[in-house]
């Protein structure tokens, strides 16, 4: 089957962030924007296909990625409703390696072959981005900007505390556990992965969870013009492939629309040493974004009830000294 090439004049937008830091409901709000096409899963390329060459084939992209839940039909997941009963699934796979086949089979062409066979059997033609979120795309994006050279990127950061409340959540509900060190270690080094790509480069865009929900209007008009798009209702109506969505919140929530409603419950549920930690250790990054803290930033957290075990301290005295989190 020949595949014809709709994304060739369009620009890729690669959203990232933390997991559970709000990349699902910007993907949502995006969705429908006439000038979008938007894949609406997490691909998951950033941790399955692009450091491993030797998943950097149709096979393993379609079965193993979450591309294989286009072939699912209607179902419900626990992030919310999906529909793809009008996709024939064995069409988009003949589209995919059709694409494939006139190209390197690289994870850069995988995806592209990913999106465009999208935009063929959604019927989207002549958009001017196409979009794919994942968290942890914050770590490919230097790579990924040799291959497009004018890709746009998005990041959203959350105040660490909800972000950690949230994912913790998350992760219990799928039997893991997430540990204060942990998570500390893995925000901070996605933050930095984001801070290095943006050094002279005007084609980021970096947006707090908070403002998304409580001021959406403002924050998605910031979005338009960073994309320079033109304004459109849509983008205040969360839908995921055209249809509406309820959101993914790890509280059981339904919502009919972008709601606040989340932002403060971590202070029901965190425990005071949960949050002690959390600000000693992160207190300049709060400071940078505007989150409140009653922490102290200084030599004195090495040595505070909050300090955590000695090889975390010892990471993060690699951090202080580096800027990457070990």
Request: aromatic share 12%; hydrophobic share 40%; with cysteine.
């Amino acid at each position: 089957m020949a595949c014809p090439n709709l994304i060739e004049h369009s620009v890729p937008l690669l959203i990232g962030g933390y997991p559970k830091s709000g990349t699902t409901l910007l993907l949502a709000l995006l969705d429908y924007h006439p000038q979008l096409v938007v894949f609406p899963e997490e691909t998951r390329f950033s941790h399955m296909v692009f450091p491993h060459a030797e998943n950097c084939s149709c096979d393993y992209v379609l079965k193993e990625t979450g591309v294989h839940i286009l072939g699912n039909g209607a179902f419900h997941w626990p992030s919310g409703w999906r529909d793809y009963s009008q996709i024939d699934f064995a069409q988009y796979g003949q589209l995919v390696r059709s694409y494939v086949a006139e190209r390197a089979a690289t994870g850069e062409v995988l995806l592209e072959a990913v999106l465009n066979a999208y935009a063929v059997v959604t019927q989207q033609p002549k958009r001017k981005y196409w979009v794919e979120k994942t968290p942890g795309n914050e770590f490919q994006l230097g790579r990924l900007r040799r291959r497009w050279p004018t890709m746009r990127a998005i990041y959203i950061v959350r105040n660490p505390l909800q972000n950690f409340h949230s994912y913790g959540k998350k992760q219990a509900a799928g039997g893991f556990s997430l540990t204060p060190e942990k998570f500390v270690l893995r925000w901070l080094k996605s933050l930095a992965a984001w801070d290095r790509f943006t050094q002279d480069n005007p084609n980021a865009l970096l947006m707090r969870y908070e403002d998304l929900v409580t001021d959406p209007r403002a924050t998605l008009e910031e979005v338009c013009r960073f994309l320079e798009i033109e304004w459109n209702d849509t983008l205040l109506r969360p839908t995921r492939n055209g249809a509406f969505w309820s959101g993914n919140s790890m509280h059981g929530e339904v919502y009919q629309g972008i709601s606040p409603a989340v932002l403060d419950k971590y202070r029901q549920e965190l425990t005071a040493e949960e949050i002690g930690f959390l600000e000693t250790w992160l207190a300049p990054t709060m400071q940078r974004f505007g989150w409140p803290t009653q922490a102290r930033h200084g030599a004195t957290k090495y040595f505070s009830p909050h300090s955590g075990s000695i090889p975390f301290r010892a990471r993060m005295a690699f951090y202080d000294l580096t800027g990457r989190a070990a």
